[in-house]
């Protein structure tokens, strides 16, 4: 709630955060935690498999606890849970594909190209155009994530195969975001689109696997407690963007969602990485934007 001692004027000015945006933040930690668990598991299965693994166990799980919903499922809600479930499984095959010729900083410097892309898109698809402190917003948000991923990653691109794919996937990405809110309405049931659009991630995922040369990895715990752990949380992480992106702007999401290294970094150096003084920097700015699009600069009042 906004300071009550503050004159009328500049109590318009500030805006607090509203419950669906303090659950992405939330959402935002979570994602932070799975970074460390996802580079685990990568040793001992291979990526498409993993994806497959994780979101499949997500749909499960979504579709176990909200089973009597899927009872009014609707062709609208398949249509929409399987757009977005395409540009997920885009966002990450792509991105994992790239991995396999370019450094993690250059694929962590490309990916964050979807924090400017998302105000385009949604100016664009939902005829919305974000207010000046957004954009602002954007610029912090960006310009923290480029710290974060170290000057190293712009120096060595190419714009080469693996950095032309990331880059594609940066755009999956921004449109996952874009499309949540594209298909948020009153009509349709934004649960059942997330238990489709997790089904729609994994399926795919698993027919990935021959075109990536991979193959079903012989059973370890080692794989199998991360992949069912991430399903759990990716449930909750798609439930929780579907239900509150029905309020909440794509742009002001992603200005949330570019929290996530931040917080991964954070979970990383408790993990015992160390930190370089640009990261800090990059996260503080991170942090600066999602403050800064919380302004609302004040109107002018017209002269009477």
């Known amino acids: 709630m906004p300071d009550q001692s503050l004159p009328a004027r500049e109590r318009a000015v500030i805006r607090s955060f509203s419950r669906e945006e303090v659950a992405l933040v939330c959402i935002t930690v979570l994602w ?3 970074f460390l668990i996802v580079h685990t598991a990568m040793r001992y299965t291979g990526a498409m498999f993993f994806v497959g693994v994780r979101f499949t166990t997500a749909a499960l799980l979504s579709m176990l ?5 899927l009872l009014d499922l609707s062709m609208r809600e398949v249509w929409a849970g399987a757009c977005v479930g395409v540009a997920i499984f885009f966002g990450y095959a792509l991105q994992t594909l790239g991995l396999g010729s370019i450094s993690s900083s250059q694929s962590a410097f490309i990916t964050a190209m979807y924090v400017p892309v998302v105000p385009f898109l949604q100016w664009f698809f939902l005829r919305r155009p ?3 402190m957004v954009w602002l917003g954007v610029l912090f948000a960006f310009s923290g994530l480029v710290l974060l991923t170290g000057p190293q990653a712009i120096a060595h691109l190419h714009l080469q195969f693996g950095e032309v794919v990331t880059l594609i996937s940066a755009i999956a990405i921004a449109m996952e975001v874009v499309l949540i809110s594209r298909f948020a309405s009153p009509a349709i049931n934004s649960f059942r689109v997330a238990i489709v659009q997790l089904f729609v991630a994994g399926l795919l995922a698993f027919a ?5 040369g991979e193959r079903v990895p012989a059973f370890a715990w080692w794989w199998v407690v991360p992949g069912l752990g991430l399903g759990a949380m990716s449930a909750v992480i798609q439930l929780v963007m579907n239900w ?4 909440v702007s794509p742009t002001r999401a992603t200005l949330i969602y570019a929290g996530e290294p931040v917080w991964a970094g954070l979970v990383g150096r408790l993990a015992g990485d160390v930190l370089p003084a640009r990261a800090l920097v990059g996260g503080a700015l991170v942090i600066l934007g ?3 699009s919380e302004v609302r600069l004040p109107r002018k009042q017209g002269r009477g």
Request: aromatic share 4%; net charge positive.
């Open 32 to 34: 932070g935690v799975t």
């Open 65 to 69: 606890l909200f089973r009597r919903l």
């Open 130 to 132: 974000p207010h000046l």
């Open 208 to 212: 990935a696997m021959p075109v990536m």
């Open 244 to 247: 509150a992106q029905k309020t």
């Open 290 to 292: 999602v403050l800064a």
